[in-house]
């Protein structure tokens, strides 16, 4: 089977702008979660999708956001970006969700490097 | 503020030898797993202890976990130079927490 996928694998874009990642998950992989990983924050979890419905959200504002569409691809939005959304960000599946954030085993894409000018 | 925090940040060891990790977290959990990322990577999931299991063993691994303490301890047995990435704890309960990782080299 092939594994997570998530495009671009890089991008660069400026303050302000608005930036969409995609993740395709693991095929049979229902349940969809996105992370944040920089050097001061560590690995932040962003929310995690199952058939097509937000079911848990991390600390993060309103300008985060996702999607997940009814063949489990799921995409994140970051609007108004700022220099700190600089990041690599990392989509993980799941064969299903257990209810709780992370309750079950993922499998994690190589990661978005997003830079912010 | 994170959920898990690791000891040691860093850790260098001869191959052969063993590597112990170390994880304390903040609040009640309903699983504790490890991750390994090679170098600014994906991860890759190691194992899954959950919070009524004290033990669990996985080729050469070996994690333990009490919750009296709220600390988690990885192992790794006979060490290859293969097993140099950072090592992450994860915690899920009402959120999902990573640990701040801990960077193992080890020497061929």
């Known amino acids: 089977k092939a594994g997570v996928t998530q495009t671009p694998r890089y991008l660069i874009k400026t303050r302000g702008q608005q930036v969409t990642l995609s993740c395709s998950p693991i095929?049979?992989?229902?349940?969809v979660s996105w992370y944040q990983q920089t050097p001061g924050q560590g690995l932040q979890f962003l929310f995690e999708y199952f058939s097509e419905t937000q079911r848990n959200k991390g600390n993060f504002p309103g300008r985060f956001s996702g999607r997940q569409f009814s063949n489990s691809r799921s995409e994140m939005n970051v609007s108004t970006l700022e220099l700190g959304d600089s990041a690599l960000y990392l989509c993980?599946?799941?064969?299903?969700?257990?209810?709780?954030?992370?309750?079950?085993?993922?499998?994690f894409g190589p990661g978005t490097r997003l830079t912010v000018l | 503020s994170q959920q898990g925090e690791e000891d040691p940040q860093a850790l260098s060891i001869q191959e052969g030898e063993n590597a112990t990790m170390n994880c304390s977290y903040k609040t009640s959990i309903n699983n504790l797993q490890w991750y390994r990322q090679n170098s600014g990577r994906g991860l890759v999931h190691l194992i899954l202890?959950?919070?009524?299991?004290r033990e669990k063993h996985s080729g050469r691994l070996r994690v333990t976990l009490d919750t009296s303490k709220k600390s988690s301890s990885l192992l790794i047995t006979a060490s290859r130079a293969a097993d140099t990435a950072s090592y992450f704890c994860?915690?899920?309960?009402?959120?999902?927490?990573f640990g701040t990782g801990t960077s193992l080299t080890v020497i061929p």
């Open positions: 095929s049979g992989h229902r349940s």
């Open positions: 993980a599946s799941s064969l299903v969700t257990s209810g709780a954030p992370g309750g079950n085993e993922q499998f």
């Open positions: 994860a915690t899920s309960g009402n959120q999902f927490y």
């Open positions: 202890i959950r919070s009524n299991e």
